[in-house]
């Protein structure tokens, strides 16, 4: 069987900041900001489909769908919120939109819940 390098090594890094430590304490209108970009991320679906994107670099609403057997309109609706908060962009090409991830920092975020998940599965093991 062919191993595949992940495309994660290839995408934008997260810009380097300052430890979160080292941070001043994040006012209200950052905490209800980063509370949104959790609730938008925290849909399996949402999940699923930016796995996908991480994965392949770009694909359309239809390759998709497939990928998680969904309809392309329920993965169009899951899709418009991830545009909506920055997370994905698109680019036409005739009579397909494709979709690729372009805040490089949820693909680290991404990896990390993933990683966290795990972990806690085999914990429970």
């Known amino acids: 069987m062919q191993t595949i390098a992940p495309r994660q090594a290839r995408a934008p890094k ?18 209800n900001s980063v509370g949104r970009t959790f ?3 925290s ?8 796995h ?3 994965r392949a670099g770009e694909m359309c609403v239809s390759d998709l769908a497939r990928a998680v057997g969904m309809k392309p309109q ?5 899709l418009q919120r991830l545009l909506d908060r ?3 962009a698109t680019r036409r090409d ?32």
């Open 14 to 31: 997260c810009p380097p900041k300052p430890a979160i430590e080292d941070r001043l304490l994040i006012d209200l209108e950052q905490a």
């Open 39 to 41: 609730q938008v991320l």
């Open 43 to 50: 849909d399996p679906t949402r999940l699923r489909l930016l």
């Open 52 to 54: 996908a994107l991480v």
């Open 74 to 78: 329920a993965v169009s609706n899951q």
């Open 86 to 88: 920055g997370i994905v």
């Open 94 to 125: 005739s009579n397909y939109v494709h979709y690729r991830i372009v805040d490089p920092c949820v693909v680290g975020l991404l990896d990390l819940g993933i990683c966290l998940a795990e972990d806690a599965r085999k914990q429970k093991q």
